[in-house]
Nanobody, 122 residues
Framework: QVQVVESGGGLVQPGGSLRLSCAAS????????WEWYRQAPGRQRELVAR???????TYADSMKGRFTISRGDTKNTVYLQMNDLELEDTALYYC????????????????WGPGTQVTVSS
């Protein structure tokens, strides 16, 4: 199967930056799209950013110009660079892979990590 782990969260002041990392492990031959979601207390989970297999990126409107999703040099790693953080960015951030193809040929759908907490506070 596929294991997804996020890291890089923490406490940052408004206007600060963080880079989140997402690493997938398992007998993965290829992946399709990777996505970052976030969920703040009392709010619904929302899509933050997405990168597909062609490296086309999309962002939620409130993150455009502040957040950047990218693939790492290491295979099966994706980053989320977050700049100019705002109080409203405080949330648990999740990474997910919509489709991973294992070396056996088996597809694995919707692999999620446990999340990493981002807290923006003065």
């Amino acid at each position: 199967q596929v294991q997804v782990v996020e890291s890089g969260g923490g406490l940052v002041q408004p206007g600060g930056s963080l880079r989140l990392s997402c690493a997938a492990s398992g007998n993965i031959a290829s992946t399709n799209a990777w996505e970052w979601y976030r969920q703040a207390p009392g709010r619904q989970r929302e899509l933050v950013a997405r990168i597909n297999s062609h490296d086309t990126t999309t962002y939620a409107d409130s993150m455009k110009g502040r957040f950047t999703i990218s693939r790492g040099d290491t295979k099966n790693t994706v980053y989320l660079q977050m700049n100019d953080l705002e109080l409203e960015d405080t949330a648990l951030y999740y990474c997910t892979i919509d489709i991973a193809i294992l070396t056996s040929g088996q597809p694995v759908f919707d692999s999620w990590g446990p999340g990493t907490q981002v807290t923006v506070s003065s």
